[in-house]
């Protein structure tokens, strides 16, 4: 359908603030409106927005008066261009000397907003849908969308009436709205999403440009924009585009004040977050729900031609209170994740309803509580702010291999209207800050951050004890951002606890090869930027007894099922408002009785020797045995969100990624850190060989266990509470044996398992070689013969002590009769090749990773992990709550640390520009004792 545009008397002229026609010449008069307008009972003003308050400084949109039935003249001179905005105040001097030049002319009504005024701006309607428009003469109202955005009653009535020429556009636009929105589809959102017009900055000039709604915005026109594209659209010869002025509307939008009376939030369109938030309303996550108005009109209106658009959504589906959207779910009824073309499933920017929580993701319908804190701005009307950062992490997502500057997510943020002169505005604040926290431009990337981060923003030095994950995370994310750091490591290597062995031939880590986890875990996320690639490990588990029978699957699942229960009951127990901290293992066995006692059963033999089997991996999983474990608190992280998804097998090692992480920062191995004095301003950090470096920040990521041996004195001591919780804290083992055969014999009993569990016969044999994992396939080099086998099996529980008592050849000696007990019906021959760990006699690890010992609580690892002075920071897996005893813990501590000192940094960097100072300039060097 075609909509008239109102004829001009002169002919068009350039205007750059405006490319549509060039209005100008006198307004046709107004003709009488035979129909009465309805009062405040109108469809058009019950709210656009998810929240039921009223939005601050926004007066009721209802009708103030009245229309007349006498012919309304424009009071516009003749020659005024009618889509400019025009300046000048429109008061009671104006509206006195318009009466005095015709007693017919009606006075100028403004917006009904105060601001409007104050702003100097004549309302113009930018709809210009009807041929009775206003443009910006007479109307008997002006509906309000922004300081310098308005529609006048008589587009209004175009749409809202069903025998105006408008009325069918707006029924098909509400009924596509009505399906895919969660706000009403009411005339003012219609107008917003279809009828505001376009605003592009010159790449030349940098001058925003005003363009016609029909335009259409794609990336590719942002980035090439400029002032003589725009003239293109008019017949003028206009010298120098770029020389015209600036619309005065843009320097407006920028103004803090603008945003309080923005009544209608930006709605993106070809928003790359779309395919990651199918499972919500698009308008309840900052994207239009219909799109461009070229879609809308080839579509068919409803068969019953309602104008309400009546959904096809079944009954609660489209419930506000879930925002889930209409595609949330498949036909089973079972929400599903996104799966976006070209990204790995692992990666999950948003939180999807239906699902817990996941770590590292971000709600995309709400501010998280530290966004409203950096944020306060937008912490009651949400929707602009969630709206540009959901682009952002979405372009993150699909890329995360290059830095995400400003530059390449300005040319995503397309919306209708001035609003999107705001967006770009506060766009780099948003990339600065999920820079920061480490959301995005995080681990291993090429390009340089420079644009989000202000050359010499951060100038201080850090100096950062270990070159494990933590500390290497903490490197390179300060490293990104513009700190000279500088690494000491005891060790000639890089990796800590982590370490790959490439003596059988291929690579085996004597630490971490698995992600517990995968989705959105950060060791994922290196592993994807460095294309080391993850293999899945089924969680199929046989178990196998000691006389070489394959355990009856239906006792292994009763068992296993039990197992859990009791882990339940334990979890019911510890709710309760009295109770005293025991053993993990105590407690069990006393559910495990109690249960006994109540149903009268009795466990068979097998029954039994499997429950043994799972006291045994929980032990291996916790790193202690279970008599020294707390009952209450041994999984309390499980309270906070997790990485979810398979769990994988790193088959290249860790140590290509911790590489690749390490490169071009400044390490300084053999060195050991000896003593720390951070009583003065900066800090002493002295080694072992007696050098002695100063600096402004410390982060001491060693192993807990040699917290607890005091290997670095500290003046002044640290706090009380501190050692405390360094003392109290667990430091567990577990130990490795890997094996390498000359053939898979245990393939034939076992098939393509991954794992295979061994039940123990009695309680003073679990622990030893509980679960071995097969790595034959799964870590295979291209050369290597096809029979042979490689086997990881492991100590853990009071078995792990073992290894201080025996030697290597005596530990595979037991594990390879063990091994024959498993399989007696194979030759079992000795290994080709084989070695064992011992992290417990390592003088700079002395242990596996940290556990929870009976009577303690989850605040030791916040305790350990607060800052000193602001000065001496610690990371590590035993400083994390949320992710203890893994890799992934460890480099989201190093993350965490490194995030504290930029916060310090840009809070003393505000407070010295609030006081009108200059910040000193620091050396950017670390400073030996011999200068």
Avoid at 86 to 109: F, I, P, V, Y
Avoid at 210 to 219: L, N, Y
Avoid at 286 to 305: E, H, L, R, T
Avoid at 340 to 367: C, E, I, K
Wanted: aromatic share 8%; charged share 25%.
């Amino acid at each position: 359908m075609k909509m008239e545009r109102p004829k001009r008397n002169t002919p068009k002229r350039w205007d750059p603030n405006f490319v549509e026609l060039g209005h100008s010449g006198p307004a046709p008069q107004q003709t009488p409106k035979a129909e009465k307008r309805p009062m405040t009972d109108s469809p058009e003003e019950t709210g656009t927005r998810l929240r039921k308050n009223p939005r601050r400084g926004a007066a009721p949109l209802t009708f103030s008066e009245k229309p007349t039935n006498e012919n309304a003249t424009d009071s516009v001179k003749s020659g005024e261009p009618h889509c400019e905005q025009s300046s000048g105040h429109e008061d009671s001097t104006d509206g006195a000397r318009c009466a005095d030049e015709s007693l017919n002319s009606k006075k100028l009504k403004p917006c009904d907003k105060s601001v409007c005024a104050k702003a100097a701006m004549k309302p113009t309607c930018f709809a210009l849908s009807s041929d009775k428009c206003c443009i910006n003469g007479w109307t008997s109202r002006w509906y309000h969308i922004s300081i310098g955005e308005h529609y006048c009653n008589d587009c209004f009535d175009n749409f809202y009436r069903s025998t105006k020429e408008g009325y069918d556009a707006f029924s098909r636009w509400k009924r596509l709205w009505s399906l895919n929105g969660i706000t009403e589809a009411n005339i003012k959102m219609f107008l917003v999403d279809q009828y505001l017009p376009f605003w592009i900055q010159c790449v030349t000039c940098n001058k925003w440009r005003q363009m016609p709604k029909e335009t259409d915005v794609t990336p590719e026109l942002i980035r090439g924009f400029s002032c003589s594209l725009a003239v293109a659209k008019t017949s003028e010869n206009v010298a120098d585009p770029c020389a015209e002025p600036e619309d005065p509307r843009v320097q407006e939008s920028m103004e803090p004040q603008w945003i309080n009376v923005l009544l209608a939030p930006p709605y993106m369109m070809s928003s790359p977050a779309a395919p990651f938030l199918v499972n919500y309303f698009h308008d309840g996550v900052g994207m239009s729900a219909c799109g461009n108005m070229k879609d809308i009109q080839k579509k068919k209106s409803p068969s019953n031609g309602d104008a309400d658009g009546g959904s096809d959504c079944s009954e609660g589906e489209n419930d506000p209170s879930s925002n889930a959207g209409s595609k949330s779910k498949t036909k089973s009824g079972k929400t599903v994740l996104p799966s976006v073309p070209g990204v790995p499933s692992y990666f999950q920017p948003f939180d999807q309803p239906g699902f817990r929580q996941l770590a590292l993701s971000l709600p995309p319908n709400q501010m998280t509580d530290d966004e409203q804190i950096q944020f306060p701005q937008y912490a009651e009307e949400q929707q602009m702010y969630l709206a540009v950062r959901n682009i952002v992490l979405a372009l993150w997502t699909l890329n995360p291999k290059e830095a995400l500057t400003v530059e390449k997510c300005i040319s995503h943020l397309i919306c209708r209207g001035l609003v999107r002169v705001r967006c770009i505005q506060e766009l780099p604040s948003i990339v600065h800050y999920l820079t920061r926290k480490a959301y995005i431009n995080t681990g291993i990337f090429s390009g340089s951050l420079h644009g989000i981060i202000a050359p010499g923003t951060f100038r201080k030095n850090v100096i950062i004890v270990g070159a494990g994950p933590a500390g290497l995370a903490a490197a390179r994310q300060l490293t990104n951002l513009g700190c000279q750091v500088t690494v000491l490591e005891a060790r000639d290597r890089i990796g800590g606890r982590v370490s790959d062995d490439f003596s059988l031939g291929q690579c085996v880590a004597k630490g971490a090869q698995i992600i517990n986890g995968a989705t959105n875990n950060p060791i994922t996320l290196l592993c994807h930027q460095t294309d080391n690639q993850l293999v899945e490990i089924s969680d199929i588990c046989p178990l196998l007894t000691n006389s070489g029978k394959i355990m009856n699957p239906e006792v292994d699942k009763y068992m296993d099922f039990h197992f859990n229960s009791l882990l339940e009951n334990v979890h019911l127990w510890r709710t309760r408002a009295t109770r005293e901290d025991t053993s993990l293992l105590g407690k069990i066995k006393e559910m495990h009785q109690q249960f006994i006692d109540e149903t009268q059963l009795d466990f068979s033999k097998d029954e039994e020797q499997v429950l043994q089997f799972h006291y045994a991996y929980l032990e291996q999983a916790c790193g202690a045995p279970l008599d020294s474990i707390s009952a209450i608190n041994w999984d309390q992280n499980e309270t906070f969100s997790q990485f979810g998804g398979a769990v994988c097998l790193v088959p290249g090692g860790y140590s290509k990624v911790i590489q690749r992480l390490a490169k071009g920062i400044d390490i300084r191995f053999n060195t050991q850190v000896t003593s720390v004095d951070y009583s003065g301003d900066r800090l002493n950090v002295v080694t072992f060989g007696g050098s002695e470096l100063v600096s402004d920040y410390l982060i001491v990521t060693i192993p807990l266990y040699l917290l607890k041996k005091e290997v670095i004195k500290f003046n002044p001591p640290l706090p009380n509470s501190k050692i405390a919780a360094i003392n109290k804290m667990g430091a567990g083992v577990i130990e490795k044996v890997v094996l390498q055969f000359d053939r898979r014999f245990w393939s034939r009993k076992t098939g393509n398992a991954d794992i295979f569990g061994r039940v123990p016969d009695s309680p003073s044999t679990r622990g030893l070689f509980t679960v071995f994992y097969d790595l034959t396939l799964r870590c295979k080099r291209k050369d290597q013969p096809d029979g042979e086998g490689l086997l990881v099996t492991f100590l853990s529980g009071n078995s792990a002590k073992l290894v201080r008592s025996k030697s290597d050849k005596e530990i595979v000696d037991m594990c390879i009769i063990a091994l024959r007990q498993l399989f007696p019906e194979e030759e079992v021959t000795e290994p080709k090749s084989y070695f064992v760990t011992r992290w417990q006699d390592d003088p700079y690890a002395g242990m596996s990773y940290s556990y929870l010992p009976i009577g303690s609580t989850g605040s030791l690892y916040e305790d350990i992990a607060a800052p000193v002075s602001n000065k001496v920071f610690f990371a590590g897996e035993a400083t994390s709550r949320c992710f203890p005893q893994t890799v992934s813990g460890a480099y989201m501590t190093g993350l965490t640390e490194a995030c504290r000192i930029l916060d310090l940094e840009e809070e003393a960097q505000q407070n010295v520009a609030d006081s009108g100072g200059t910040v000193a300039s620091e050396s950017g060097t670390v400073a030996d004792d011999d200068g």
